[in-house]
Nanobody, 124 residues
Framework: QVQLRETGGGLVMPGGSLRLSCAAS????????MGWFRQAPGQEREYVAS????????SYADSVKGRFTISRDNAKNTLYLQMNTLKPEDTAVYYC?????????????????WGQGTQVTVSS
């Protein structure tokens, strides 16, 4: 059974940093693109970042570009999101997801495996 488990969320002050991890089990995803999405209270789930199967190409939402970095370790079957200079508007539940394709997408519908999410709260 495929499982994605996000960890690393928590409460952080504005300007702080967090590193999210997403450990996959049940199968290997080294040939699949992966992504991070987030959902704030009362809001729709939105795209944050994605990475191709090889890890060579990454893509970001404009709202996080320059502050967040997505990466992956295929040997560990793990996806990461380094979040720096966090802002209160980054507060959300963060989800990792796996695409059946190699190249990634900003569309939720292009991902077929999802984790349970981890809460990130940015507040003073």
């Amino acid at each position: 059974q495929v499982q994605l488990r996000e960890t690393g969320g928590g409460l952080v002050m504005p300007g702080g940093s967090l590193r999210l991890s997403c450990a996959a089990s049940g199968r290997t995803f080294s040939s699949n693109a992966m992504g991070w999405f987030r959902q704030a209270p009362g809001q729709e789930r939105e795209y944050v970042a994605s990475i191709t199967w090889s890890g060579i190409t990454t893509s970001y939402a404009d709202s996080v570009k320059g502050r967040f970095t997505i990466s992956r370790d295929n040997a560990k079957n793990t996806l990461y999101l380094q979040m720096n200079t966090l802002k209160p508007e980054d507060t959300a539940v963060y989800y990792c997801a796996v695409s059946p394709g190699r190249w990634g997408s900003v569309l939720i519908s292009e991902y077929d495996y999802w984790g349970q999410g981890t809460q990130v709260t940015v507040s003073s």
